[in-house]
């Protein structure tokens, strides 16, 4: 049963990915890339990861989302061309991506789990998965927590800088 | 249990698609969805490896990467409306100003 779940999982996802690249209005392409993500959040959930599943719906769904619908509405969908999709020379490059996929996936799927922490199921169980994740954020990373707080407060002035008006 | 090699050839299909979408579209936008493709393809695998390894280590660097993918996203996306704003245009083969002149001869 869980197969057949992960196998619509998988096929969906890859469908829809498909779906939201080769759209030609970009409203529709970032609907689809919704619903991919809703996807990602509960493929998520079967790795049992609550918090990073409600963190993705959140950011993703909540934020980057609506960042993108407004940059579309500010320069106006039908600005795009749309006879000319791809690129001059688009085949060689086709080549050249397919050449890295294929070699990140080789490489991907030769990967061993050699190492065991010590986070095992039995072990969140008992905090929770949030709890676990918190005492290791505050503890473990508290400077590198310390220093996202700076990389997200750095984009926010660069953003007020870029998008005044420039004439 | 569903085995961990599943979990990481979705992943890398998912990126590659995103890459390839990156590398041939013309339309800004459309890198842009293209690269946040990219990063859930690269997020699905740290999570699955978080979760076959029993450590949770994978799922705090997929949170960082959470953070900065949306903290970059905001400047691509601010430099997408400056540029429309200069040139009334976001197609890449128009943006050529740091391109070298060819001389003809």
Known sequence: ?????????????????????????????????????????V?????????????????????????????????GAKELSKEKRYIKLWEGR?????????????????IKTTFSGK??????????????????????YSLAFFMVGVI????????????RKLR | MIPLEFYLILSGVIFGMGLISVLINRNLILVLISLEVMLAGVNLALVALSHYMNDIRGQVLALFSIAVAAGSVAVGLSLLVAIFDLKRTIDTEELKELKEEVSSD
């Open chain 1, 119 to 140: 986070y095992t199921i039995s072990f969140i169980e008992k905090t929770g998965n949030t709890y676990a994740i918190g005492e290791m954020l505050f503890n473990e």
């Open chain 1, 43 to 75: 493929v998520y959930l079967f790795l049992n990861a609550e918090f990073l599943s409600m963190a993705q719906i959140i950011v993703y769904a909540g934020a980057i989302l609506v960042m993108f619908l407004f940059t579309i509405f500010f320069i």
């Open chain 1, 1 to 41: 049963m869980i197969y057949l779940i992960f196998a619509y999982f998988c096929l969906s996802m890859v469908g829809i990915t498909t779906m939201a690249l080769t759209r030609k209005n970009p409203v529709h392409a970032v609907l689809w890339l919704l619903l991919l993500f809703l996807h990602v959040a």
């Open chain 1, 152 to 163: 997200l407060l750095i984009p926010m002035i660069a953003v007020g800088v870029i998008a």
């Open chain 1, 94 to 110: 086709l080549l050249i991506g397919l050449a890295m996929t294929a070699a990140a996936i080789v490489a991907l799927s030769k």
